[in-house]
């Protein structure tokens, strides 16, 4: 066995062995927690989901809502992440701007950071969750569900194409950063239905440079043309929905080098997971709805983690107009996902809620994306709207999986593609 071999089996022994030492639950598996008890249990709730089983707002659960929860379960990202996150370990360096922000140099591949300790720890952590394990490409449908105040549904169907350009750690795709030079990904969505709204394709590029404020553009069929939107995009809503521009990438905002964070600790946390490729997650009547999907037990099982807790809010130079004071972010150390969010308007009043309810998806050459697949939310309690998607249902491909048509570049990860959809 080589030195390097021994030098990945003892890194990848040490991140088992602080994540079972992370692992220890303090609400026993087999609990139920109801809209009678949670109380007992909110200090593991992120504030919206306290809401939401307070039942002061039309966001609400019935009175015979149950909670199972069940032991924590690991899934491990691929083992050419941890290679990759070996390798460059000592390779990426933080660099402090003059707004007051960070942006990086160095990074290469893998977890950036995973020493994240020291007086830079937020930004360490912020720019682990920026470069998480996402795969190198991923094609998938999703259905859509806008709910108001009245309980108003809108459902629409879309498909979503996802490609990274760079510091991709899969093998065998290292060629897509020749055809997209100086970006990091892109991030292309396409309503199917509604007829009305068919073809309205939204399609965010992020740059490699994490000082640079994406570029966002959108097609719209009844003009059959393409339209560049203005950086102040990242407060609109995104798609007709209540998501904003700057809750798409993961929930992380964009440009990373216009945040500042503030690191408040390790605290345990309630999140809920399917089982992989758990087909009763796409069932909407597992859920308690309406006026929420939220999940039955039959669904999966909420289990207690270990959060990394941050805050990140705009550098107060360019905080002017910007649509959020405060996002709260409860991150999973063990895979760099983001897991819930409490968004804070500019007054710091409570807003918004946004999770990941979902499950991890296996990818072919071994190893999973982390919360992909299943039910997500955006549920605004000041205005009274929702926003949810079930994603992957009949339709979910990663990696080698994605037929050929939706790797081309071309086509899904540039502007001019866009100038392609109805021909």
Same mark, same amino acid.
Not at 104 to 118: H, L, R
Not at 267 to 281: A, G, H, Y
């Given at each position: 066995?080589?030195?390097?071999?021994?030098?990945?089996?003892?890194?990848?022994?040490?991140?088992? $062995?602080?994540?079972?030492?992370?692992?220890?639950?303090?609400?026993?598996?087999?609990?139920?927690?109801?809209?009678?008890?949670?109380?007992?249990?909110?200090?593991?709730?992120?504030? &919206?989901?306290?809401?939401?089983?307070?039942?002061?707002?039309?966001?609400?659960?019935?009175?015979?809502?149950?909670?199972?929860?069940?032991?924590?379960?690991?899934?491990?990202?691929?083992?050419?992440?941890?290679?990759?996150?070996?390798?460059?370990?000592?390779?990426?360096?933080?660099?402090?701007?003059?707004?007051?922000?960070?942006?990086?140099e160095g990074y290469q591949?893998?977890?950036?950071?995973?020493?994240?300790?020291?007086?830079?720890?937020?930004?360490?952590?912020?720019?682990?969750?920026?470069?998480?394990?996402?795969?190198?490409?991923?094609?998938?449908?999703?259905?859509?569900?806008?709910?108001?105040?009245?309980?108003?549904?809108?459902?629409?169907?879309?498909?979503?194409?996802?490609?990274?350009?760079?510091?991709?750690?899969? /093998?065998?795709?290292?060629?897509?950063?020749?055809?997209?030079?100086?970006?990091?990904?892109?991030?292309?969505?396409?309503?199917?239905?509604?007829?009305?709204?068919?073809?309205?394709?939204?399609?965010?590029?992020?740059?490699?440079?994490?000082?640079?404020?994406?570029?966002?553009? @959108?097609?719209?069929?009844?003009?059959?043309?393409?339209?560049?939107?203005?950086?102040?995009?990242?407060?609109?809503?995104?798609?007709? &929905?209540?998501?904003?521009?700057?809750?798409?990438?993961? &929930?992380?905002?964009? /440009?990373?080098?216009?945040?500042?964070?503030?690191?408040?600790?390790?605290?345990? $946390?309630?999140?809920?997971?399917?089982?992989?490729?758990?087909?009763?997650?796409?069932?909407?009547?597992?859920?308690?709805? /309406?006026?929420?999907?939220?999940?039955?037990?039959?669904?999966?099982?909420?289990?207690?983690?270990?959060?990394?807790?941050?805050?990140?809010?705009?550098?107060?130079?360019?905080?002017?107009?910007?649509?959020?004071?405060?996002?709260?972010?409860?991150?999973d150390p063990r895979t760099?996902?983001?897991?819930?969010?409490?968004?804070?308007?500019?007054?710091?009043?409570?807003?918004?809620?946004?999770?990941?309810?979902?499950?991890?998806?296996?990818?072919?050459?071994?190893?999973?994306?982390?919360?992909?697949?299943?039910?997500?939310?955006?549920?605004?309690?000041?205005?009274?709207?929702?926003?949810?998607?079930? @994603?992957?249902?009949?339709?979910?491909?990663?990696?080698?999986?994605?037929?050929?048509?939706?790797?081309?570049?071309?086509?899904?990860?540039?502007?001019?593609?866009?100038?392609?959809?109805?021909?």
């Amino acid at each position: 066995m080589g030195v390097a071999q021994k030098s990945l089996i003892g890194f990848v022994f040490l991140f088992l $062995m602080a994540a079972g030492a992370w692992a220890g639950s303090d609400i026993p598996a087999g609990t139920r927690i109801t809209p009678q008890n949670w109380q007992q249990y909110k200090d593991f709730m992120p504030q &919206g989901l306290q809401t939401v089983l307070a039942g002061t707002t039309v966001w609400k659960v019935p009175p015979d809502a149950v909670m199972e929860v069940g032991p924590l379960v690991d899934y491990q990202l691929p083992r050419s992440w941890y290679e990759a996150t070996e390798k460059y370990k000592n390779q990426t360096k933080l660099v402090k701007l003059d707004t007051g922000g960070y942006t990086v140099e160095g990074y290469q591949a893998g977890t950036p950071f995973p020493d994240y300790s020291g007086p830079e720890e937020a930004y360490k952590i912020l720019y682990n969750l920026y470069y998480h394990y996402g795969g190198a490409i991923a094609h998938y449908e999703s259905d859509g569900y806008e709910i108001d105040r009245y309980l108003n549904g809108y459902k629409n169907l879309s498909y979503q194409v996802f490609l990274l350009f760079t510091h991709i750690s899969d /093998p065998g795709f290292a060629g897509y950063s020749r055809e997209m030079p100086g970006y990091l990904s892109s991030y292309y969505d396409e309503l199917e239905e509604p007829e009305q709204s068919k073809y309205t394709s939204p399609l965010e590029l992020i740059f490699d440079d994490p000082q640079k404020v994406p570029e966002f553009y @959108v097609f719209l069929p009844s003009l059959r043309r393409a339209l560049r939107l203005s950086s102040s995009a990242r407060c609109a809503p995104y798609a007709g &929905g209540d998501y904003v521009g700057d809750d798409i990438y993961a &929930g992380i905002p964009l /440009p990373v080098g216009w945040f500042q964070a503030k690191f408040l600790g390790r605290r345990k $946390m309630l999140m809920f997971r399917p089982t992989p490729s758990n087909r009763d997650q796409f069932n909407i009547g597992n859920y308690y709805y /309406p006026p929420m999907l939220f999940p039955k037990p039959i669904v999966g099982k909420w289990q207690v983690f270990d959060a990394l807790v941050l805050d990140v809010s705009r550098v107060p130079s360019l905080n002017s107009g910007y649509c959020y004071g405060l996002r709260r972010m409860y991150a999973d150390p063990r895979t760099w996902n983001v897991m819930w969010i409490d968004l804070f308007d500019q007054n710091n009043k409570f807003w918004k809620l946004m999770g990941w309810l979902e499950s991890p998806e296996p990818v072919p050459e071994g190893g999973y994306i982390p919360n992909i697949r299943g039910v997500n939310w955006m549920v605004d309690f000041q205005n009274g709207h929702s926003s949810f998607a079930l @994603v992957g249902k009949d339709t979910f491909q990663v990696n080698q999986q994605v037929p050929k048509e939706f790797a081309d570049v071309s086509r899904y990860g540039s502007p001019a593609g866009l100038q392609k959809i109805m021909k």
